[in-house]
């Protein structure tokens, strides 16, 4: 069992700057393939960033792509979501997630989840 708890959510103004993270209760958390994602209200769960579980190779969404930066401290069971840039519609919960193999996480069906942390930001 793998819990995980996100943090660092708040209301900024547009082209500001904010990191969130994703503490997690993992015996081993460099077994796991962690991602955020995000929900924007009245809008489906969406994939943001992933990063793999030694090799540290991270992945995008083409929306955050060159303004969003996931990284990962396995010292610390912690995983980080910088986050630059901010536009209003970046707006929306962000959820932590964790699966043991990359595939079920990028496509949305990993095992664990956070409650989500929420981002506003204003224009």
């Known amino acids: 069992q793998v819990q995980l708890v996100e943090s660092g959510g708040r209301l900024v103004q547009a082209g500001a700057s904010l990191r969130l993270s994703c503490a997690a209760s993992?015996?081993?958390?460099?077994?796991?393939?962690m991602g955020w994602f995000r929900q924007a209200p009245g809008k489906e769960r969406e994939f943001v960033a992933a990063?793999?579980?030694?090799?540290?190779?991270?992945y995008y969404a083409d929306s955050v792509k060159g303004r969003f930066t996931i990284s990962r401290d396995n010292a610390q069971s912690t995983v980080y979501l910088q986050m630059n840039s901010l536009k209003p519609e970046d707006t929306a919960v962000y959820y932590c997630?964790?699966?043991?193999?990359?595939?079920?996480?990028?496509?949305?069906?990993?095992?664990?989840w956070g409650q989500g942390t929420h981002v506003t930001v204003s224009s």
């Open positions: 997630a964790a699966d043991p193999v990359f595939g079920p996480l990028v496509r949305g069906t990993p095992i664990y």
């Open positions: 993992a015996r081993t958390f460099s077994d796991y393939v």
């Open positions: 990063v793999t579980r030694t090799d540290l190779s991270t």
